[in-house]
Nanobody, 126 residues
Framework: QVQLVESGGGSVQAGGSLKLSCVAS????????MGWFRQAPGKEREGVAA???????TYADSVTGRFTISKDSASNILYLHMNSLKPEETAMYYC????????????????????WGQGTQVTVSS
């Protein structure tokens, strides 16, 4: 069973930046789609950004232009660079993996992802 471990969360003031990392217990290469999701207290989990098998990306409208998902092929680490953070983006952030077809835009639906990490907390203060 593949395990995903997130890190990089923390506390930051509004307008600040954070970089989240996700490491898989085994090398996934380009065999799956990978995504970042978040869940605030009392709210449903939502998709933030995803990376497809061919490197194409999908972003939630609310983060487009501020967040960037990327992957270091050498180390097999998935990143989420977050800039201009807002207090309403305080949440637990999760990394996830999904089976998907090569050459299509990666999904942002929670239901499409089968493997999840434990999450890393991001707190944005005003």
């Amino acid at each position: 069973q593949v395990q995903l471990v997130e890190s990089g969360g923390g506390s930051v003031q509004a307008g600040g930046s954070l970089k989240l990392s996700c490491v898989a217990s085994v090398s996934l290469g380009n065999s799956v789609c990978m995504g970042w999701f978040r869940q605030a207290p009392g709210k449903e989990r939502e998709g933030v950004a995803a990376r497809g098998r061919d490197g194409r990306t999908t972003y939630a409208d609310s983060v487009t232009g501020r967040f960037t998902i990327s992957k270091d092929s050498a180390s097999n680490i998935l990143y989420l660079h977050m800039n201009s953070l807002k207090p309403e983006e305080t949440a637990m952030y999760y990394c996830a993996a999904a089976s998907c077809r090569y050459g299509v835009s990666p999904p942002l639906r929670v239901a499409d992802y089968a493997i999840w990490g434990q999450g890393t907390q991001v707190t944005v203060s005003s």
